[in-house]
């Protein structure tokens, strides 16, 4: 199969059209049984759910070309039961877990021109979402729905790829306690825009949120979890109610109990710990692992001490061990790769 003409090395992360997309419907309480189009663009009621009260949840996973050139994605089923779960806290009817695999199949195999071929440091990112389609005016559910999944291919999150990056603790919050942190909801992302812009504007690259109620909590940031490395060479990874729980990180909690010997602390993660850790670094789909060098809290500066250069070591083996797996350098668990 003849690749597309892409400078695939150079691909930041953004949209590029591609050629399929997959569709379905939801309409009298049950599933079409859903198809690829070449149709990018969405018509839709001026008063669809989605549009009056931000009734819409998404996913994102990749797909990768391995060193003996296959397709691969990764626990997409784990992608699934995370969609369904963000269906069913904001009243949308849940997508079948099998069938939402079956569509990344679909939707990769027919853009398979666009995966970005092994070493070149670029993947495809698999969109899928969900959105209320009918007409709502009173605030209640839509009664029908529409499933779609795109893809793109993309570089790196943070410009400058494996470079540590310097974050902020953020004056906002982005999810309140028992609210929709920990799904995957467009309305907390539009949460986190201004939060965003403004950590930009300031010369920062994230924002760290802490936990809405105490504020003394690590909680994540606007698109990834956190993981710290203490100087006994433990990964602790916070644990709250109010984040997403990220596919990244559950798996490298596997990766450094059982491919690196280490000893893994998911639980509650004070602020004032985070100067004492000696690695940091966000975990994420999109940002696969990006290494923190340095947190800024009002002014007060925090040194990561891995430094402002380079991924700290045991970062580094994270991240190896991790995109070696993705990448079929190293053999995976059972279950975790799906060849298309
Ligand atoms: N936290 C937030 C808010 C995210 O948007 C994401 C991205 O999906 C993650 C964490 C990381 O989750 P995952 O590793 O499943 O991509
Ligand atoms: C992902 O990592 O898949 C996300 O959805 C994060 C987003 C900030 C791009």
């Keep these: 199969m003849e690749k597309k003409d892409l400078d695939w090395s150079n691909l930041g992360f953004g949209y590029v059209k591609t050629d399929k997309r997959y569709v379905s419907n939801f309409k009298n309480g049950a599933w079409d049984e859903g198809a690829l189009t070449d149709d990018a ?3 839709l009621n001026e008063c669809a759910g989605v549009f009056q009260y931000a009734q819409t949840v998404f996913e994102g996973l990749k797909a990768y070309t391995t060193e003996d050139g296959h397709i691969v994605t990764f626990r997409p089923d784990l992608n ?13 009817p849940v997508f079948p877990e099998e069938r939402f695999v079956d569509a990344v199949q679909k939707v990769v195999e027919a853009n398979a021109a666009y995966v970005p071929p092994y070493g070149s440091g670029a993947t495809l990112y698999i ?14 559910p839509a009664d ?18 494996a470079k540590p990056i310097t974050i902020r603790v953020s004056d906002y919050d982005r999810a309140a306690p028992c609210g929709t942190g920990n799904i995957k909801a467009g309305l907390n992302y539009a949460m986190s825009l201004h939060a965003i812009v403004t950590a930009h504007a300031d010369g920062f690259d994230e924002n760290m949120y802490l936990d809405p109620k105490t504020r003394t909590k690590v909680e994540e940031t606007g698109g990834a979890n956190f993981i710290f490395v203490t100087k006994d060479n433990k990964l602790v990874t916070p644990k709250s109610d109010s984040i997403l729980p990220s596919i990244t990180r559950r798996s490298l909690v596997y990766v450094a109990e059982h491919y690196l010997g280490m000893k893994v602390e998911h639980r509650e993660v004070y602020f004032d710990e985070v100067k004492d850790f000696a690695e940091a670094g966000l975990c994420g789909t999109a940002a696969v692992i990006s290494p923190i060098g340095k947190i800024v809290d009002h002014g ?29 350098r190293i053999e995976a668990p059972e279950g975790w790769i799906k060849r298309i």
């Design 41 to 43: 663009d969405i018509v």
């Design 80 to 92: 699934a039961s995370r969609l369904a779960d963000s269906a069913r806290r904001l009243e949308m």
């Design 127 to 140: 969109r899928p979402y969900m959105m209320g389609t009918n007409p709502v005016i009173g605030v209640k």
């Design 144 to 161: 029908e729905y529409q499933f779609r999944m795109f893809c793109t291919p993309v570089g790196p999150y943070f410009k400058g790829g």
């Design 300 to 328: 007060k500066e925090i040194l990561i001490p891995s430094g402002m250069e380079e991924m700290g070591p045991v970062t580094k083996k994270l991240y190896d061990t991790l995109t070696g797996i993705q990448m079929g």
